[in-house]
């Protein structure tokens, strides 16, 4: 028997809730003039997204969420601030003045992407399952099916990784 949508579960609250914070700390990434303030507000982006995958019993996943990006994306993003010298308080020279363009393609783009989720997904119902998300599955997905674009990623960040210390490097000759 599929649950109605009315009245809305525990679950169902805490995920809308979380989602109400990711949506509203995004929105504040991109919008804050201080990009130090924008890495902060994408940890609090990324923990929301950690917690809906609570709500939604993936542990592992949340758990990866928050290492991966949360401890390492933004720290690297920060690092990234230090090492290239930008401009840590407001900065008036990023304003391309096209806001109100980029408003209106992002609401379009919202507008689509609800309704096309809304129309193709709007009898479905996926039970909670506990242990669904957990590191035994996922590891035999990513080790059996995904291993060789698991490698590739891997090399793509290390190939950035190298790149970003050859870029932030001074000492080397033939620079300007």
Known sequence: MTPGLWPPSGPEIVFLLLGLVALGSGVL???????VHAALWLVVCFGALAGCYL???????????VLIY????????????MLTRAPTGRSEELDSGNRWAAALVALATAGVLVTVVISGFRDAYAPLEPGR????????????????????????????????????????????
């Open 29 to 35: 990434v991109v919008t804050t003039k201080r990009l």
């Open 133 to 176: 998300g957990s590191a035994g599955e996922i590891g035999a997905g990513i080790f059996r099916t995904w291993v060789l674009p698991f490698e590739v990623l891997s090399l793509l960040l290390l190939a950035a990784l190298i790149g970003a210390i050859v870029i932030s490097r001074t000492d080397i000759t033939g620079r300007r």
């Open 70 to 81: 949360v401890g390492a994306v933004v720290v690297l993003l920060l690092f990234g601030i």
């Open 55 to 65: 709500v939604l019993t993936a542990e592992f996943v949340a758990w990866v969420q």
